[in-house]
């Protein structure tokens, strides 16, 4: 009887369910563009290590009950938990596809299978997708990713736990050859993150994002929640709490000011966050913990249990109820019916596929759906919600504007009709300070004069000795600038990055066309390397240079401009055009989704560069 006493216990721990919670609202605010959860992305480090956590907590326990682990009933327990409610919700979402958008669905084909085999990350590695710079619609199942991360943890863990176990059954030598991996991890992460680069690589990376779950693991073998006692003294009770609190309020600060492009989020960020991350742990699974009871409050709880749920479903809803990719930020009313949307969705999964497959109970809850009064009704209210939606859907594609495939067409459309006249922005007022090097147009219209078609097409008297280095954008003015600077010329490719600058600069001077006056415009499609773009700079001395800096509604414009802006007062050479400025609450000069230009911005854009190369001629 005694010894019965003595075996472990599972208990409900509801301090967790809590940090689920708070996690998991991080990450839904984080992909709905919300300022106070800019670091929202955290959200899933803090469920890594929770993972790493429950699951080595789990595994010790029955080792210590049986002296063994049943890693088929684990696997089959972890499958029953998360396989169904993912399998419905990429079903739902295929069907929505193949209704609204079926060419969209041929080509997230490889997104879809990869998901199911939980190697979605390592997928979108192999195939260069971005997680933080993108045009277009995005995937609508880009968040499985983590869920391919944590899989993986579950299939590979159990096993090596085990041999851990049973060739070196002292806690202490286990705990050590933890924190080795945890280095390691670490360590790839530091070393293969490039500073001012697209951090995708590292931030999807199972070998890069191992560290938070074996930190979570480490913790468990030091602090098993089965082993904790009650017996503490008031002010050890006191003391926890206060470190409790502590380590939450550091967690929320991180969400609250964390930006995703920061150099040291990679570098020590995220191991900084598992390590707050274990400290919040630790004092949640305490029995005593009045933290624990804090956050284990009904409303927390609630959506922590139904965190798995709301994390399938969120992303999906928040991608296709945004036709076209278009991004714009949502008002009060839109964030409320994709909350609601997705709050339906998570609690139906919860209640009819999560919790009847995991219990074992499917075919009993099917029953009695079918079998109940209200059941054809609301099968009646559902189609009709779906056919709206769909509508809906149909209605806001083809109320787009013209895809940028037809601008080029348009700009040209534009240019040959002789009544029309480009905007000449007003530079003059204007003139750069030495210490900020600033080029600020007049981004009114009012006041500004119409110059008549002699002075526009005299801007310059020819673009020899010019060259114009850019992205998509640079294709958008290409016919306008060229009529405005003849012979200028002109190279610009979609999607070009600003790492690819260099490369550019040498091809043009190898060919005899890089000129003494270069204006480069890069920083559309994500951000850069600042040292990369001094070593160019530092080449390009004998010039006369021009850095454009950009609006593109996408997480790293406020980055890119502040690079682009302190690199350019480094420079007595170098000038910044602030196109920014130039187009702020002008959205008749930019295309639908914030980035590229209609005729009328492409005729703005390119008299803008055609006058301050000239007024800085």
């Not at 419905?88 to 069907?95: E, K």
């Not at 949640?284 to 922590?304: A, D, E, F, T, Y």
């Not at 610009?492 to 091809?507: F, N």
Request: glycine share 6%.
């Amino acid at each position: 009887m005694i010894g019965k006493q003595n075996l472990p216990k599972k208990r409900y721990m509801p301090g967790l369910d809590g940090l689920r919670a708070i996690s998991v609202l991080a990450v839904i605010g984080y992909h709905l563009d919300m300022k106070w959860a800019q670091g929202g992305l955290l959200g899933v480090g803090v469920f890594f290590v929770l993972s790493g956590y429950l699951i080595t907590d789990q595994l010790l326990m029955e080792w210590k009950l049986n002296n063994k682990v049943s890693i088929w009933s684990f696997w089959m327990r972890r499958f029953r938990r998360l396989l169904p409610a993912m399998l419905g919700m990429l079903a739902l979402v295929a069907l929505w596809l193949i209704v609204t958008d079926p060419a969209r669905l041929i080509s997230l084909q490889g997104d879809f299978i990869s998901s199911i085999l939980y190697v979605n990350n390592w997928y979108l590695i192999f195939h260069q997708v971005s997680y933080f710079e993108s045009f277009g619609p995005a995937s609508p199942i880009g968040h499985l990713w983590s869920l391919s991360i944590e899989e993986q943890f579950y299939l590979i863990w159990p096993i090596l736990l085990l041999v851990a176990l049973s060739f070196a059954p002292r806690r202490g030598r286990l705990l050590l050859w933890m924190l080795v991996l945890v280095v390691i991890s670490a360590l790839v992460m530091t070393l293969l993150y490039v500073p001012g680069t697209d951090p995708s690589r590292v931030y999807y990376g199972t070998d890069t994002r191992a560290f938070a779950i074996l930190i979570g693991a480490a913790l468990a073998v030091i602090w098993s929640s089965w082993k904790l006692s009650e017996r503490i003294s008031p002010s050890a009770r006191t003391s926890l709490d206060l470190v409790g609190a502590l380590g939450l309020l550091v967690l929320m600060i991180m969400i609250y000011r964390t930006n995703e492009y920061d150099n040291a989020l990679y570098q020590y960020g995220f191991l900084y966050l598992s390590l707050v991350t274990a400290v919040i742990i630790a004092v949640l699974v305490h029995p005593v913990s009045r933290l624990g009871k804090m956050l284990g409050c009904r409303p927390l709880s609630w959506i922590g249990k139904h965190s798995y749920s709301l994390y399938i479903w969120h992303y999906p809803v928040i991608i296709l109820m945004k036709p076209g990719g278009i991004s714009e930020e949502l008002g009060f009313g839109a964030i409320m019916l994709r909350l609601i949307i997705i709050l339906l969705l998570s609690v139906l999964s919860y209640q009819f596929i999560e919790e009847p497959i995991r219990k074992g109970r499917l075919r009993a809850r099917w029953y009695s759906i079918r079998h109940h009064e209200r059941f054809k009704p609301m099968i009646g209210l559902s189609v009709t919600l779906i056919a709206f939606f769909i509508a809906q859907s149909w209605i806001s594609n083809a109320a787009q504007i013209q895809p940028e495939s037809k601008q080029a067409s348009a700009v040209h459309r534009a240019l040959e009709d002789e009544n029309q006249e480009p905007i000449v922005p007003d530079v003059s007022s204007t003139e750069p300070s030495e210490d900020s090097q600033m080029s600020i147009p007049n981004a009114n219209n009012e006041g500004q004069q119409q110059p008549d078609a002699d002075k526009v097409a005299n801007l310059i008297n020819a673009g020899e000795g010019m060259t114009l280095i850019g992205d998509s954008i640079m294709l958008d003015i290409e016919l306008y600038i060229q009529e405005l600077i003849p012979g200028v010329v002109v190279d610009g490719k979609v999607g070009r990055q600003m790492t690819q600058a260099q490369q550019v600069v040498d091809e043009l001077r190898a060919n005899g066309k890089l000129g003494e006056r270069i204006v480069i415009e890069l920083g559309s499609n994500g951000v850069f390397n600042k040292s990369k773009l001094r070593s160019l700079l530092d080449s390009l001395q004998d010039k006369q240079l021009y850095l454009v800096n950009t609006r593109v509604p996408r997480s790293w414009q406020d980055s890119v401009n502040s690079s682009l802006k302190e690199i350019a007062s480094e420079y007595e050479n170098v000038n910044l055009i602030d196109w920014y400025t130039a187009s702020e609450n002008r959205s008749e000069l930019l295309a639908h989704d914030g980035v590229h230009l209609t005729p009328e911005g492409a005729k703005y854009y390119a008299t803008l560069l055609a006058e301050h190369l000239k007024h800085n001629s």
